[in-house]
């Protein structure tokens, strides 16, 4: 999990203790693409790297 904390939106922080490193669902992500079969664009592949990835914090969550 990473904690990232705003101070009044001017400076991002993150805080590397909270960082640790897992699946990055990269994986996932060319498995859809190839069944897809065919180009997505830029967009497409972001929203759906955004669903794997929200799935595997749920995923953590319930752990």
Same mark, same amino acid.
């Given at each position: 999990?990473?904690?990232? /904390?705003?101070?009044?939106?001017?400076?991002?922080?993150?805080?590397?203790? +909270?960082?640790?490193? /897992?699946?990055?669902?990269?994986?996932?992500?060319? +498995?859809?693409?190839?069944?897809?079969? +065919?180009?997505?664009?830029?967009?497409?592949?972001?929203? +759906?790297?955004?669903?794997?990835?929200?799935?595997?914090?749920? @995923? @953590?969550?319930?752990?």
């Amino acid at each position: 999990m990473i904690t990232i /904390g705003y101070d009044a939106l001017r400076r991002p922080e993150v805080d590397a203790s +909270q960082i640790r490193l /897992g699946e990055t669902g990269l994986e996932e992500l060319i +498995q859809w693409l190839r069944e897809s079969g +065919q180009p997505q664009s830029l967009e497409t592949l972001t929203y +759906q790297y955004i669903a794997i990835l929200r799935e595997k914090v749920l @995923e @953590e969550k319930e752990r």
